[in-house]
T-cell receptor, first 114, second 111 residues
Framework: DGGITQSPKYLFRKEGQNVTLSCEQN?????MYWYRQDPGQGLRLIYYSQIVNDFQKGDIAEGYSVSREKKESFPLTVTSAQKNPTAFYLC?????????????FGPGTRLTVT | DAKTTQPPSMDCAEGRAANLPCNHSTISGNEYVYWYRQIHSQGPQYIIH???NNETNEMASLIITEDRKSSTLILPHATLRDTAVYYCIVRAYNAGNMLTFGGGTRLMVKP
């Protein structure tokens, strides 16, 4: 089956620890995205990547880092510098980065930091 | 990306058509209208998108007014599984980065 996988579904961490969220796609998509969703809110873009070895900051990149060493993988690291890391994190991919390409989303990872 | 306005919530009877409106009065010529939905605690699901013409697929129909300032998503025979938050988004053809999600419309399909 083609799709986007995110693991784990639930993640718990202590404050001050860095944590890396996994995102893998086997759709052969060039572009990948990370969004954050807080309760009752819409999605906000953290980082995006249009091609391998390239990525750009979104609206709320502070306290996050990413890498794009392989086309199918776009891991997100939530660093200790992120002030409010508890949230629902969603990864997406699209065939291209233009506005005519729909984005497909993974199931999300719910991160809780205490 | 142009801003969109949607009603915060709507109800629909099971089996009836659900018509979800979206206002995007500041849309520009190169911006597409996209619809996504999000069922509780899941990732958003792409539904349909269009530029000028009405579009239909296996999930829904998208009706865009001639002046493109508003659109309506139609679920022809709503089921309980269509209960979700529906997001209307406008996005430029050359937008390389993101979908801007607003508050959406919470559709409740009732038996």
């Amino acid at each position: 089956d083609g799709g986007i996988t995110q693991s784990p579904k639930y993640l718990f961490r202590k404050e001050g620890q860095n944590v890396t969220l996994s995102c893998e796609q086997n759709l052969n998509h060039d572009a990948m995205y990370w969004y954050r969703q807080d309760p009752g809110q819409g999605l906000r873009l953290i980082y995006y990547s249009q091609i391998v070895n390239d990525f750009q900051k979104g609206d709320i990149a502070e306290g996050y880092s990413v890498s794009r060493e392989k086309k199918e993988s776009f891991p997100l690291t939530v660093t200790s510098a992120q002030k409010n890391p508890t949230a629902f994190y969603l990864c997406a991919s699209s065939r291209g980065a233009g506005g005519s390409y729909e984005q497909y989303f993974g199931p999300g990872t719910r991160l809780t930091v205490t | 990306d142009a801003k969109t306005t949607q009603p915060p919530s709507m109800d629909c009877a099971e089996g009836r058509a659900a018509n979800l409106p979206c206002n995007h009065s500041t849309i520009s010529g190169n911006e597409y209208v996209y619809w996504y939905r999000q069922i509780h605690s899941q990732g958003p699901q792409y539904i349909i998108h269009g530029l000028k013409n009405n579009e239909t697929n296996e999930m829904a129909s998208l009706i865009i007014t001639e002046d493109r300032k508003s659109s309506t998503l139609i679920l022809p025979h709503a089921t309980l599984r269509d209960t979700a938050v529906y997001y209307c988004i406008v996005r430029a053809y050359n937008a390389g980065n993101m979908l801007t999600f607003g508050g959406g419309t919470r559709l409740m399909v009732k038996p």
